[in-house]
DNA sequence: AAATAATTACTGACTGGACAGTCAGTAATT
DNA sequence: AATTACTGACTGTCCAGTCAGTAATTATTT
């Protein structure tokens, strides 16, 4: 059998050396994948490919697997948290104002993107990954529920909120933005009756700034 | 070297037979490290060890370990959500007591249980068994929230509640008892700063049960 | 400018280990 | 003696991680 001298491939482009980019390339790769199968069931040959290299060069840049999924997450996570405190910053608004800004905010920035599949996915593997889990606990979460927190602070400052406790006004608040985020990774395809997603995070807010601002029952 | 006849072991108990207990002891065994270590990391020889039985016999009652991890989750969920929807029928209470009893209720009976970890265990795995996470979907969460809808439809008939939309409300209160259940079995162990799960759920019924009060603001 | 050598980014066939699933054999029960 | 619940060594497969080799790039020589 003859090497047949490229019967017009499609696009069969050369090999190329490009030092500077494999990393956040690989990196970007792998979250989409990990996102999209979990750690388990993705294959660095699958990574490789979608980053448009061999497997070797995986390991010319990562220690492991794990050390990939590491970096990956971590290099996703770290702009996103900043972008998301900045949304705190804004103007002069009611604090019910800015809790609608703050989670309307990091909805139109995680949704539809990989970076929404994160919080499934550290869900999934906090068991398999402790470290990684305690990790994004210690440094994204918590700095997110603190710019939250102080929204919920000023609210309480100015005589907007009555006084609730911050800790746990706080979570309250964080979780349907992470019912809506998981629920939606892990069930969205099936669910005919799943709600609009923006909806049900402007109902959620109603209820909660209602139920923030009114005397105690 | 020779067999040392027997030197006082740990109760080695001899070979059994028990056709009728098998499928349930496999099937305990099985949800247990399930819950632990998902479904990847759990090896067939683990769950056959802590049944008490060689790896063989589960493949006398069980096709494969896909057909296992089904068996598993479907024997604890359904009588699960059956004690859950008996919940709802106490008394003559209001709505907010209700909702109250409701939400207590099911913590008492799934916290510290291998079925509180559940939820976690099907978003972590719902990518890769899309038919068990439809089939729970359709089967245990869409009846749960009938019935916890139930509740919030006799509070706004009553004029209890504001007639708030019921879909909406019912994933609202849902979101804080799915997040305490998942928050708890992914990062609990690794949160010096966890908050009391009892408490978290009494303050965020506060919270909502004060915002379905109250007039729109 | 062209040829040659030296360097190194990149590759993919290969290895070793882990584990789902099998089946010939064992022993409890009838 | 016949039946069958049960066993665990074995097989085939899958994949993370390796490494000897390839080719793109840079440096050196002519």
Redesign the interface.
Known sequence: MTVAAEPCEVMTKPRQRRKEARPAELAAAALELFV???F??TRLDDVAARAGVGKGTVYLYFESKEALFKAAIEAAMTPTVEAAEALVECGDLSA?ERLREFVHGWWRMVAGTPIGGLP?L???????F?EI??WH?ETIIRRAMRALGRIIEAGIASGEFRP??V???T??V???M???I??TR??G???CDL?DPK??LD??L????????????
């Open positions: 999209e199968k979990g388990a069931a019910a499934k550290l869900v999934a593997e906090s068991g398999n402790p889990a305690q606990y609730v406790p800790e746990f006004a979570r309250i964080f979780s349907p992470f019912s809506i998981v629920w892990a069930f395809d099936m669910m709600p909806r049900f109902e959620a109603d209820v909660l700034i209602n139920g923030l601002h009114g005397e105690r029952k």
